[in-house]
T-cell receptor
Framework: AQKITQTQPGMFVQEKEAVTLDCTYD???????LFWYKQPSSGEMIFLIY??????QNATEGRYSLNFQKARKSANLVISASQLGDSAMYFC?????????????FGTGTRLLVSP | DTEVTQTPKHLVMGMTNKKSLKCEQH?????MYWYKQKAKKPPELMFV???????INESVPSRFSPECPNSSLLNLHLHALQPEDSALYLC????????????FGEGSRLTVL
């Protein structure tokens, strides 16, 4: 079974608009971490934001925020005020607590295109 | 600029060649990783090193041989690869093996002829 599901293969947004990238996850471990990474065409995976399963508040990092709905097992990424440089592939990833190691499992990704 | 440096950025090799990919980080991280990413797919974990010891091998074929000479360096030795091994190989590091986010390099794009 897929542990991380990203149902949007591609998303389009106009510059300065907000966009939400969906991510749902599946785990029975009470301790887990959720990550979002951006991968531009250069190939590097750039860390954006992290949410721990026990965190009471939704994570925010600048223009990025994570809409964490634990009961629904969703961890959507919200990018506010999109910029042309936000065009990239975005991956949601999860680390389950019981592995003891950073075994990040990635979703299939969403390609975001920001237009002027 | 990424703080994880990978060389070479591009590599073309024949199936009988022996080559190596190199990865270096100077952030004092104690865990390092190799991921493989095929085109239009997510990265898949290959190996995890924690404190210079191999902690996880995700059933990777022996034609891929990792090496961690010290806490800053990670190599991936390649021998007798197949064309289906062509992919982007990403190195990453983290503060600990179970803490902190992973910092990735830009990857080494490998083509096996």
């Amino acid at each position: 079974a897929q542990k991380i599901t990203q149902t949007q293969p591609g998303m389009f947004v106009q510059e300065k608009e907000a966009v939400t990238l969906d991510c749902t996850y599946d785990t029975s471990d009470p301790s887990y971490g959720l990550f979002w990474y951006k991968q531009p065409s250069s190939g590097e995976m750039i860390f954006l934001i992290y949410q721990g399963s026990y965190d009471q508040q939704n994570a925010t990092e600048g223009r990025y925020s994570l809409n964490f709905q634990k009961a629904r097992k969703s961890a959507n990424l919200v990018i506010s005020a999109s910029q042309l440089g936000d065009s990239a592939m975005y991956f949601c990833a999860m680390r389950e607590g019981n592995t003891g190691f950073q075994k990040l499992v990635f979703g299939t990704g969403t390609r975001l295109l920001v237009s002027p | 600029d990424t703080e994880v440096t990978q060389t070479p950025k591009h590599l073309v090799m024949g199936m009988t060649n022996k080559k190596s990919l190199k990865c270096e980080q100077h952030m004092g991280h104690r865990a390092m990783y190799w991921y493989k990413q095929k085109a239009k797919k997510p990265p898949e974990l290959m190996f995890v090193y924690s404190y210079e010891k191999l902690s996880i091998n995700e059933s990777v074929p022996s034609r891929f041989s990792p090496e961690c000479p010290n806490s800053s360096l990670l190599n991936l030795h390649l021998h007798a690869l197949q064309p289906e091994d062509s992919a982007l190989y990403l190195c990453a590091s983290s503060q600990g093996a179970d803490t902190g986010e992973l910092f990735f390099g830009e990857g080494s794009r490998l083509t096996v002829l």
